[in-house]
């Protein structure tokens, strides 16, 4: 990168090589990092094509470009992705926050319209992007957010006082439930880790970079369904509401595992904008 570079011929050059290494959307990718060196908005490059680009530019520019070369992730180069119109810190030690599970969030505000949840209880929080998500749009609401790793609390801690959050949140480190104090919940939600062992070893490059315990389910991806049907009958009041994310084809079988301890019922399966079956929702039986 030696000659003259302006952001137009930059961009092109990135572009194309992006897609040499393999990465699915060179365009983009290449407007998002050049528009966080530049400290501009993605539309600014578009009506300055022709503007040069200084050296100490250029300089911060190929170091991230040789990140995402190497198919580490916009977010966790830039440290930051967008959730739910909300921006979270992310780090290698948390998962990445996908689109797809903001509709476990979409599903968890449209059931408060009719049962607005007091409190809210995130099972395997990462980021804390979902409960802190749930709190942002509910502010009646009071959360508790637990993780089996500190240091992926550590994530959820720094987003919650950035958002505002933190006098309304609790976070506990635990493996499910095992540590959680006693106690009652209106609501329990989480994306637990649901990929199989032949998912693991077809994973993208990007997606290597996520904490293993965050995205591996046991051999058919159904482990922590198995738990957290187990440990969460004593967290949720009767009448509660428990959602999950699914993988692809899971539905029957996670219906069954939480029907069958008897204490839930299915209430419903939400279908993604793919088409794809990613929400179920149950309901804790009993007398409220």
């Known amino acids: 990168m ?3 570079w302006t952001i137009g011929s930059l961009l092109q050059w990135t572009q ?7 990465v699915d959307t060179p365009r983009l990718d290449a407007e998002i990092l050049l528009a966080h060196v530049l400290q501009k908005e993605r539309i600014y490059l578009y009506a300055h094509y022709d503007q040069p680009m200084n050296p100490p530019e250029l300089a911060a520019y ?36 996908r689109p797809e599970t903001e509709m476990l969030v979409e599903t ?42 500190p240091k992926a609390l550590a994530v959820a801690r720094q987003n919650g006082e950035a ?49 293993p315990q965050a995205l591996f389910g046991g051999d058919d991806g159904l482990d922590a369904y198995r738990r957290i049907a ?24 996670v219906v069954r595992i939480f029907t069958d301890t008897g204490a839930y019922g299915h209430e419903k399966t939400v279908t993604d904008y793919g088409g794809i079956e990613r929400v179920i929702l149950f309901i804790r039986k009993g007398q409220m």
Not at 16 to 22: S, T
Not at 70 to 97: C, E, N, W, Y
Not at 197 to 208: A, F, G, I
Request: net charge negative; aromatic share 6%.
């Open 2 to 4: 030696n000659k003259l």
């Open 16 to 22: 194309e090589y992006f897609a040499q290494k393999g």
């Open 62 to 97: 190929r170091e991230m470009v040789k990140k995402r070369a190497g198919r580490l992730s916009v977010a966790h180069i830039l440290g930051t992705k967008a959730f739910m119109g909300l921006d979270f810190q992310v780090t290698t030690d948390v998962l990445v926050p």
């Open 108 to 149: 968890m505000l449209d059931a408060a319209k009719s049962q607005p949840p007091a409190s809210i209880l995130d099972i395997g929080t990462g980021s804390g992007a979902i409960i802190l998500s749930l709190l942002h749009y509910l502010p009646e609401a009071a959360g508790t957010g637990v993780d089996i790793s």
């Open 163 to 211: 958002l505002g959050l933190a006098d309304r949140v609790t976070w506990v480190e635990s493996d499910v439930c095992a540590a959680l104090p006693e106690q009652r919940f209106d609501w329990i939600v989480s994306n637990p880790p649901y990929l199989t062992r032949d998912d693991m070893e077809r994973l993208q490059p990007e997606v290597r970079y996520d904490p």
């Open 230 to 253: 187990e440990q969460s009958q004593a967290f949720l009041r009767p009448g509660g509401c428990c959602a999950v994310e699914i993988g692809a084809g899971q539905t029957e079988d």
